[in-house]
């Protein structure tokens, strides 16, 4: 799904619908974060905002680990619950956080299976229900805790592959929605797939009576934005096409790591990524991190990590249902979690003018 990769590929969201076993739980939490509001390091100074009764989470728990009624309580402070505003995935009727975790550099290789039990502990401590993965993502083991997946980059073998550009979008359909009547998924949807695909995939369904797909998982952040500010938003208004969108950070790009060169333990210097390196240190690059270190003095002066800023400037776009974070220690996942509350139209218009690329729709153009 990352660049330096062709193909497309699904995401196939399965779901599992059941009451919350700690809504009791949750509430002293939401108790005992207000009290700590007042001293804790959240910008806005943001409460929880838990729902109640019915809760929609994106995931299927088959044994092993720890168990919703039992285990023992949370070690960790919640800075700001933020992630927890729900709201639906497009038009569908899944509702997912604002923000969700996906593991595909860390989870597998690059950090401790105790540490990545911690940061899903944490982020679902901290409202956050969606989680996002695929079979090839760092070699990881999935099988015991799935959220979405992705039908792509599978075996070696040709028929273990899945998606290629010679398949045809009407099989693709056709399968998706044998997959959902089977029971084997609620809802599907699409990962780096154009416009036009999405609306014939879409078109498909309508003239067969098949279930079309619900969201497309687009790159976004500040340098990539043409797509989700642009395309998807029109998705959104005529089929209900939600956006769930990943790098928020540009692969750390935003958080400054890269001003002084790659450093040895950074993503960049990893195997597998001289891609990323070339791009830190190509001219495009070096432009990108001058308008970087302008961004993090707005964020000084705003009170929050460049970080933070650049996850709430995400939140902000029309369409976009949820922002993944990839995160490799707790300290990152806590101070990723603690977002702006609000984007002012002040900061947004500041962004823009700094960054100098805000993309244009077709009604802006004719105005």
């Given at each position: 799904?990352?660049s ?6 699904l ?6 619908l059941?009451?919350?076993a700690v809504d009791a739980?949750r509430?002293?939490?939401?108790q005992?974060?207000?009290q ?10 943001s409460t929880a905002n838990?729902?109640?009764g ?10 092993g680990?720890r ?7 949370s070690?960790h402070?919640i800075?700001s ?7 639906n995935?497009g038009?569908?009727?899944l509702?997912?956080?604002c923000?969700g975790?996906g593991?595909?550099v860390?989870f597998?290789?690059q950090?401790s ?5 911690n940061?899903?502990?944490?982020a679902?401590e901290?409202g ?19 959220i979405?997946t ?5 075996g ?5 592959r ?5 398949h045809?979008?009407e099989e693709?359909v056709r399968?998706m929605?044998?997959?959902i009547?089977q029971?084997?998924?609620?809802y599907w949807g ?6 036009m695909?999405i609306?014939e995939?879409?078109?498909?369904a309508?003239?067969?009576n098949l279930?079309?797909p ?12 043409d797509k989700v500010?642009v395309?998807l938003?029109?998705l959104?208004h005529k089929?209900?096409v939600?956006?769930?969108?990943w790098?928020?950070l540009a ?9 002084d060169?790659v450093?040895?333990?950074?993503r960049?210097?990893?195997?597998g990524?001289q891609?990323?390196?070339?791009r ?5 690059g070096?432009r ?6 302008e961004?993090h003095?707005l964020?000084?002066r ?5 970080a ?7 939140l902000r776009?029309e ?6 974070l990839?995160v490799?220690?707790?300290e990152?996942?806590?101070?990723n979690?603690?977002i702006?509350s609000?984007?002012?139209?002040q ?11 805000k993309?244009?729709s077709?009604?802006?153009s004719r105005a």
């Amino acid at each position: 799904m990352k660049s330096g990769a062709g193909g497309r590929s699904l995401n196939v969201l399965t779901v599992c619908l059941r009451t919350s076993a700690v809504d009791a739980v949750r509430l002293k939490q939401q108790q005992q974060q207000q009290q700590l509001c007042s001293c804790a390091a959240s910008p806005a100074g943001s409460t929880a905002n838990w729902n109640g009764g019915e809760h929609t989470h994106i995931y299927i728990w088959r044994g092993g680990g720890r168990g919703e009624g039992g285990g023992e309580k949370s070690r960790h402070i919640i800075l700001s619950c933020t992630s927890s505003c729900g709201q639906n995935l497009g038009k569908s009727g899944l509702r997912v956080s604002c923000l969700g975790l996906g593991t595909w550099v860390t989870f597998g290789s690059q950090i401790s299976d105790e540490m990545a039990e911690n940061l899903m502990t944490i982020a679902y401590e901290n409202g956050v229900n969606l989680f996002d993965t695929a079979e090839v993502y760092a070699s990881g083991r999935r099988s015991s805790f799935v959220i979405t997946t992705k039908i792509y980059w599978g075996g070696q073998a040709e028929t273990e592959r899945g998606l290629s550009r010679k398949h045809i979008i009407e099989e693709i359909v056709r399968a998706m929605t044998f997959v959902i009547n089977q029971g084997m998924a609620m809802y599907w949807g699409t990962s780096r797939w154009s416009a036009m695909e999405i609306m014939e995939a879409y078109s498909v369904a309508r003239q067969f009576n098949l279930i079309p797909p619900v969201c497309e998982q687009a790159e976004y952040h500040y340098f990539q934005r043409d797509k989700v500010e642009v395309q998807l938003p029109e998705l959104y208004h005529k089929i209900g096409v939600g956006a769930m969108t990943w790098s928020p950070l540009a692969c750390g790009l935003i958080t400054g790591k890269y001003s002084d060169g790659v450093p040895e333990c950074s993503r960049a210097a990893m195997k597998g990524y001289q891609w990323l390196k070339e791009r830190v240190n190509s001219e495009e690059g070096r432009r990108q991190l001058a308008k970087i270190k302008e961004l993090h003095l707005l964020a000084d002066r705003l009170g929050c990590t460049a970080a933070q800023l650049a996850i709430a400037w995400c939140l902000r776009s029309e369409g976009v249902s949820s922002v993944l974070l990839g995160v490799s220690n707790t300290e990152q996942l806590l101070e990723n979690l603690g977002i702006l509350s609000q984007m002012t139209p002040q900061t947004i218009t500041e962004i823009d003018a700094l960054l100098g690329n805000k993309p244009h729709s077709k009604k802006e153009s004719r105005a």
